[in-house]
């Protein structure tokens, strides 16, 4: 797991900031230069700028603004990524609206959106969760679980009990489809 | 019917909008004035409002302009309709909450809130752009209600809540929701039934 929990220097998390971006370029297929500037606009990509920001100022112990920024950030974009969190370089947002991030992960996380990590009220404790972890979207973490490396949880899958390494979760059974009578 | 054709006339945008506005006042049980200029601004009109804008600019051609508007939208209102996405007449979003529309969707549907249509399983182009769904008309999405994929789901369906759907659904029919489980709680601690 690549998150750093003491102190980072302005120019750590300025890379944070610079491999998130670039993650989102090449999730978007590259682009031209206005192209990447709209994108940088993108209520997504603002939610992790914000958040790596918001992160340095707590890991400075400026808990005070760190904790303003972040609930501005959240009425922005509308995705509450806890300064407490800590997540590693490569972050990526599919949508940011209805976010709850909360606990550790590790480098090239993607949360693909309306995406939850947080507590479960039964226990006390956030998600610890490897490198290259897929969320699908609605997909939630809650409580003291340990999800593993390259896992992927498909959409809408809660998470309560740890994950190995390679894992994939869904829900199933499926839906079942039957017809009615009428409209 | 279908939602957007390959050209689209401000007539036809306006007309969208106001049907828009129609449906979701038939819903909330007609109003006097106040209450109705009070529906006009709340979040889940706004959002259809600036997705017909956005998605006349877009099929106009001005692109940049249609993304910068819907960029605008997305802070705004919170709802995300790509400006790919096209909907048929009088669509009602019950609760502007964490929508998220791609595809092509089709006339008189309704989503009760944070629902999605969107793509990320398979790929293949049905219709409703790459990897992306198509929905008939009259189709009610349930409170968080997932489309996703090149799948085709069909007029008059009725999606369950928190119902994930990657197949085909038929006209006519519904996609239940997967029953949930009551666990016996004892002096205030709960456990869970096997």
């Known amino acids: 797991m690549a998150a750093p929990s003491q102190a980072p220097n302005w120019s750590q998390t300025r890379s944070f900031i610079r491999e998130d971006f670039k993650r989102l370029c090449a999730a978007y297929d590259g682009g031209t230069l206005s192209r990447r500037v709209y994108w940088f606009f993108l209520p997504n990509f603002q939610a992790v700028l914000l958040y790596r920001v918001c992160r340095h100022l707590y890991l400075r112990n400026w808990r005070r603004s760190a904790r303003l920024l972040s609930l501005a950030a959240q009425r922005l974009t509308g995705a509450e990524i806890s300064p407490a969190a800590a997540i590693g370089p490569g972050c990526l947002i599919g949508h940011a609206f209805g976010m709850i991030v909360f606990g550790s992960f590790g480098a090239r996380c993607t949360f693909l959106g309306q995406c939850a990590a947080m507590g479960n009220g039964i226990a006390p404790g956030y998600p610890v969760v490897g490198d290259d972890v897929i969320f699908g979207i609605q997909a939630m973490a809650l409580g003291p679980v340990r999800i593993g490396n390259r896992a992927r949880l498909g959409p809408a899958a809660v998470v309560n009990r740890d994950v190995p390494d390679d894992a994939v979760v869904l829900v199933l059974p499926a839906n079942p489809i039957r017809s009615r009578s009428g409209a | ?194």
């Open chain 2, 1 to 194: 019917m279908s939602g957007a054709q390959e050209q689209l006339s401000f007539a036809q945008t306006r007309a969208l909008m106001r049907s828009d506005f129609e449906r979701l006042v038939g819903w909330y049980g007609g109003g006097s004035l106040p209450q109705r200029v009070f529906w006009y601004f709340q979040p889940n009109y706004q959002a259809l409002f600036f997705y017909r804008l956005y998605r006349w600019l877009f099929v106009k051609g001005w692109k940049n302009s249609a993304r910068l508007l819907f960029l605008y939208s997305l802070y705004a209102t919170g709802v995300e309709i790509s400006p790919t996405t096209s909907i048929g007449a009088a669509c009602l979003l019950e609760h502007a909450f964490g929508i998220i529309l791609c595809g092509r969707i089709g006339a008189r549907c309704s989503f009760a809130g944070q629902c999605g249509t969107g793509g990320g399983i398979g790929e293949g182009d049905i219709g409703g752009g790459p990897g992306l769904p198509v929905v008939g008309d009259d189709v009610r999405f349930g409170p968080k209600a997932l489309v996703l994929g090149p799948i085709r789901i069909g007029s008059r369906v009725a999606i369950g809540a928190s119902a994930i759907v990657t197949v085909e659904v038929p006209d006519d029919s519904e996609v239940l929701p997967l029953p949930s489980k009551i666990i016996r709680v004892k002096m205030g601690r709960a456990e869970s039934a096997p």
